[in-house]
Every structure is written in C-alpha cells, then in structure tokens.
C-alpha cells in the first residue's frame, strides 16, 4: 500500500522547535519530490517547502525561510522538516506529500502533488 505517514508534531512554547518526519511505504521517495504543507482552522492549505529527494535542491516560501529546514534520509525512506523558533502563527496541522516530478516553479501548489499524508498538529502556545 502506497502511503506517507506523518509524525512528531505536538504542543509547544514559542520560540521552541519541532523535527516533523514523513515516512513513505509502497514505493521508494528517490524518485520523487516531498512537499510540506500546513492548514491553519478557517485557512486555506499552504505549501511551505519542497525537496527533491534525489538531488537535495530545496524550496521554501518566504514565511518560514531561516527556521524552516527541510531534509531527507533516503536509507529510511523518510523526509523531514526541522521547524525552529516556532511562533504561533505556526500553529496549523501540517501534511506531507509527493511529487513525481521536480518541486519546480509550483511547489507549494497541492494540485501537484499525488500522494498525501494524514498530518500532525503543531500548536505554538505560551
């Protein structure tokens, strides 16, 4: 079965961090881009950042570049995003996904991306 699984969101004081993971079954990520997204209640879904697995090019919206650090580990088949001095506009449920092509130009458009995770909470909070 193809599937991404999230985890390692939580509850958190501003200014801490948070390693989310992202980790593939049923086909190998190094053919694939992994995009990271997050919804906030009442918000639309934000594409935050994007790797392409096989060569390690990175991608990041202006939002969350300097704390935000994406990565990939192709021997555990996971990829992750490292979230540093967390604010609480942070605070959101935030999904991982895959492209079978490059992050490219649209990398935090959803519509690129084929296969989803089922998310994990993030809340920022003094």
């Known amino acids: 079965q193809v599937q991404l699984v999230e985890s390692g969101g939580g509850l958190v004081q501003p200014g801490e961090s948070l390693r989310l993971s992202c980790g593939a079954s049923g086909f190998s990520l190094q053919w694939y881009s992994i995009g990271w997204f997050r919804q906030a209640p009442g918000k639309e879904r934000e594409g935050i950042s994007c790797i392409v697995i096989r060569d390690g090019s990175q991608y990041y919206v202006e939002s969350v570049k300097g704390r935000f650090t994406i990565s990939s580990d192709r021997a555990k088949n996971t990829a992750y995003l490292q979230l540093n001095n967390l604010k609480s506009e942070d605070t959101a449920t935030y999904y991982c996904?895959?492209?079978?092509?490059?992050?490219?130009?649209?990398?935090?458009?959803?519509?690129?991306?084929?296969?989803w995770g089922q998310g994990t909470q993030v809340t920022v909070s003094p």
């Open positions: 996904a895959a492209n079978g092509g490059h992050c490219g130009d649209f990398f935090d458009d959803a519509n690129e991306y084929e296969i």
